[in-house]
C-alpha cells in the first residue's frame, strides 16, 4: 500500500535558519502530495501541494518540489521565524479513479521548534 | 476552501460510553472523511462518508464501534461507541474540495476515556 516517510524529528532551528524537512514516500501511480502543519492547540492546515511531476508548491515562504525520479517532496523554507514553531506533516493521496481516491496517508510528521 | 466546524471541541468521557461529534461544513462537499490522531502520533483515515451511501471504513475500523452518518452535503456525525480508555485521540473531519484532492480539516475533537 501507499506509504509516506519523513525525516526524524525534532528539528531545533535558531530563527532565520534554513529549513529542510525530507518526505519521501511509496505509492502506484500519480500522486498528488501535500504538506500540512499543525500549530500548537490548533487545526490541521493545508499548507502547499503538488499534483504532478516536477510541479513546485509554496506558500508563505515554504517551498516543494515533486520530485517523481527520487519519490521525493522535501520541505524547504530560506529563513525560519519563531511563529514557524509548528508540527509539519508530509501526506500523498491518489487521483480519481483509484481505489482509494480522496483517502490522505500521512506521514508520522516532524516536530520544528524554532529559537530566538 | 471550506470553513469546518467540530462539536464538541473537547470531552471526558467514562469508558463503556459512547459520544457522538458533529461536523459541520459551510458549503455542500461530497466527499467527507473522519480521521483519527492518536496522542503523539499521526493521523489515520477511519472512513469515508459520501452521502446517500454508506460510509467506507479502513481496514481495523468498524461500523459497529465507529457508526457514521451523512445526512446531507453539510453533515455528518461520527460516534464513537462502547469507549475504552484505547479510544482516547483528537478526531478530526474533513472535506475534499475538489481542487487536486486538496482536504481540509475541521479543529479536532479532542477525547479523552477514563
Known amino acids: 500500500g501507499d506509504s509516506v516517510t519523513q525525516m526524524e524529528g525534532p528539528v531545533t532551528l535558531s530563527e532565520e535558519a534554513f529549513l529542510t524537512i525530507n518526505c519521501t514516500y511509496t505509492a502506484t501511480g500519480y500522486p498528488s502530495l501535500f504538506w500540512y502543519v499543525q500549530y500548537p492547540g490548533e487545526g490541521l492546515q493545508l499548507l502547499l501541494k503538488?499534483?504532478?511531476?516536477?510541479d513546485k508548491g509554496s506558500n508563505k515562504g515554504f517551498e516543494a518540489t515533486y520530485r517523481k525520479e527520487t519519490t521525493s517532496f522535501h520541505l524547504e523554507k530560506g529563513s525560519v521565524q519563531v511563529s514557524d514553531s509548528a508540527v509539519y506533516f508530509c501526506?500523498?493521496?491518489?487521483?480519481?479513479?483509484?481505489?482509494?481516491?480522496?483517502?490522505?496517508?500521512f506521514g508520522q510528521g516532524t516536530i520544528l521548534t524554532v529559537h530566538p | 476552501s471550506a470553513v469546518i466546524s467540530q462539536k464538541p471541541s473537547r470531552d471526558i468521557c467514562q469508558r463503556g460510553t459512547s459520544l457522538t461529534i458533529q461536523c459541520q461544513v459551510d458549503s455542500q462537499v461530497t466527499m467527507m472523511f473522519w480521521y483519527r490522531q492518536q496522542p503523539g502520533q499521526s493521523l489515520t483515515l477511519i472512513a469515508t462518508?459520501?452521502?446517500?451511501?454508506?460510509?467506507?471504513?479502513e481496514s481495523g475500523f468498524v461500523i459497529d464501534k465507529f457508526p457514521i452518518s451523512r445526512p446531507n452535503l453539510t453533515f455528518s456525525t461520527l460516534t464513537v461507541s462502547n469507549m475504552s480508555p484505547e479510544d482516547s485521540s483528537i478526531y478530526l473531519c474533513?472535506?475534499?474540495?475538489?481542487?487536486?484532492?486538496?482536504?481540509?480539516f475541521g479543529p479536532g475533537t479532542r477525547l479523552l476515556v477514563l
Open positions: 474533513s472535506v475534499e474540495t475538489g481542487q487536486a484532492g486538496s482536504q481540509y
Open positions: 503538488a499534483t504532478k511531476a516536477d
Open positions: 501526506a500523498l493521496t491518489q487521483g480519481a479513479g483509484g481505489t482509494s481516491y480522496g483517502k490522505l496517508t
Open positions: 462518508a459520501n452521502q446517500g451511501s454508506e460510509a467506507t471504513y
